[in-house]
């Protein structure tokens, strides 16, 4: 399918991406704690004959050099930019930062009909990086609503990787020790996906070793049923923290971040999930 890609500067720094012949279903492609603008991912679902626009939503013009703090009005107001472009239905595709972030949109933003979380967590973490003051500390909620600061869980920085510090390190231990730590706090933390009225798709594999998304993706999928609303969870137990959907470049080694898994299992992760995240951002219900 021909798209036409277009750069957008304001109020986001990004591209959209669009079928020649348009669309009325709309995405919103959110990266993690890389900040980068999912370019690639935009163009795969373009192909697919929908308006993908992906977006830089900390570390750009005007934003907070972290994700700290992070208004989640900058995702609604990119469902109103789809909304006045045509779409009918909207998506947020998210992954690890980017899925907390959609999951929340949805949350508060009931135009939201499908979200897709990948390698999702459970919680409402604490600030990735500083917030518009330059202080990474004291720890803050990653996340705001209407100028409020959303619940948290802050990190334990008694913790210490069990890799050598030459290399890249594997924090899934650092969450873990940090969710026991602060086991009080993670109750008001939780993201209540079962208020949301969106469709939910999750999609975690079982040797990430950025954080436990699997166990995350399985609460959050028991919060849902236990309210009565519809989930679907794929999952591979030898995929790691990046999936990687058909069509989609081999992604590259961090010199900071172990991320578990093998290019192959996050590719047949991300194969298993493609046909479900096309038929839910296609479904009309």
């Given at each position: 399918?021909?798209?036409?890609?277009r750069?957008?500067?304001?109020?986001?720094?990004?591209?959209?991406?669009?079928?020649?012949?348009?669309?009325?279903?709309g995405?919103?492609?959110?990266?993690g704690?890389?900040?980068r603008?999912?370019?690639?991912?935009?163009?795969?679902?373009?192909?697919?004959?929908?308006?993908?626009?992906?977006?830089?939503?900390?570390?750009?013009?005007?934003?907070?050099?972290g994700?700290?703090?992070?208004?989640?009005?900058?995702?609604?107001?990119?469902?109103?930019?789809?909304?006045?472009?045509?779409?009918?239905?909207?998506g947020i595709?998210?992954?690890?930062?980017?899925?907390?972030a959609?999951?929340?949109?949805?949350?508060?933003?009931?135009?939201?009909?499908?979200?897709?979380?990948?390698?999702?967590?459970?919680?409402?973490?604490?600030?990735v990086?500083?917030?518009?003051?330059?202080?990474?500390?004291?720890?803050?909620?990653?996340?705001?609503?209407?100028?409020?600061?959303?619940?948290?869980?802050?990190m334990?920085?008694?913790w210490?990787?069990?890799?050598?510090?030459?290399?890249?390190?594997?924090?899934?231990?650092?969450?873990?020790?940090?969710?026991?730590?602060f086991?009080?706090?993670?109750?008001?933390a939780?993201?209540?996906?079962?208020?949301?009225?969106a469709?939910?798709?999750?999609?975690?594999?079982?040797?990430?070793?950025?954080?436990?998304?699997?166990?995350?993706?399985?609460?959050?999928?028991?919060?849902?049923?236990?309210?009565?609303?519809?989930?679907?969870?794929?999952?591979?137990?030898?995929?790691?923290?990046?999936?990687?959907?058909?069509?989609?470049?081999?992604?590259?080694?961090?010199?900071?971040?172990?991320?578990?898994?093998?290019?192959?299992?996050?590719?047949?992760l991300?194969?298993?999930?493609?046909?479900?995240?096309?038929?839910?951002?296609?479904?009309?219900?």
């Amino acid at each position: 399918m021909d798209v036409v890609e277009r750069e957008l500067t304001d109020p986001w720094e990004g591209v959209l991406v669009a079928p020649a012949c348009g669309s009325d279903i709309g995405v919103v492609v959110l990266a993690g704690s890389s900040g980068r603008v999912e370019r690639e991912r935009a163009r795969i679902l373009a192909e697919q004959g929908m308006t993908a626009m992906a977006i830089r939503w900390f570390g750009g013009p005007g934003q907070p050099p972290g994700i700290c703090e992070i208004p989640l009005e900058i995702f609604t107001t990119a469902v109103d930019f789809l909304q006045a472009n045509g779409a009918e239905r909207v998506g947020i595709l998210g992954i690890s930062k980017g899925a907390e972030a959609a999951l929340l949109t949805a949350v508060h933003d009931p135009r939201v009909d499908v979200v897709i979380a990948l390698s999702p967590t459970f919680h409402v973490w604490c600030n990735v990086g500083p917030g518009r003051d330059g202080a990474q500390h004291p720890y803050r909620s990653s996340w705001t609503w209407r100028e409020q600061a959303l619940p948290f869980v802050p990190m334990d920085d008694s913790w210490t990787p069990a890799e050598p510090d030459s290399g890249p390190v594997a924090i899934r231990g650092w969450y873990e020790r940090s969710a026991r730590a602060f086991a009080h706090l993670l109750p008001a933390a939780e993201i209540p996906v079962d208020k949301a009225r969106a469709d939910l798709l999750l999609v975690a594999g079982g040797d990430d070793a950025m954080w436990p998304s699997l166990p995350f993706a399985e609460q959050l999928a028991r919060r849902r049923r236990s309210a009565g609303a519809t989930v679907r969870l794929i999952a591979r137990h030898d995929a790691g923290h990046r999936p990687r959907l058909p069509g989609e470049s081999r992604a590259p080694a961090s010199p900071q971040f172990l991320y578990g898994g093998t290019a192959e299992a996050d590719a047949l992760l991300g194969a298993a999930a493609w046909p479900q995240i096309l038929n839910m951002l296609r479904s009309d219900g």
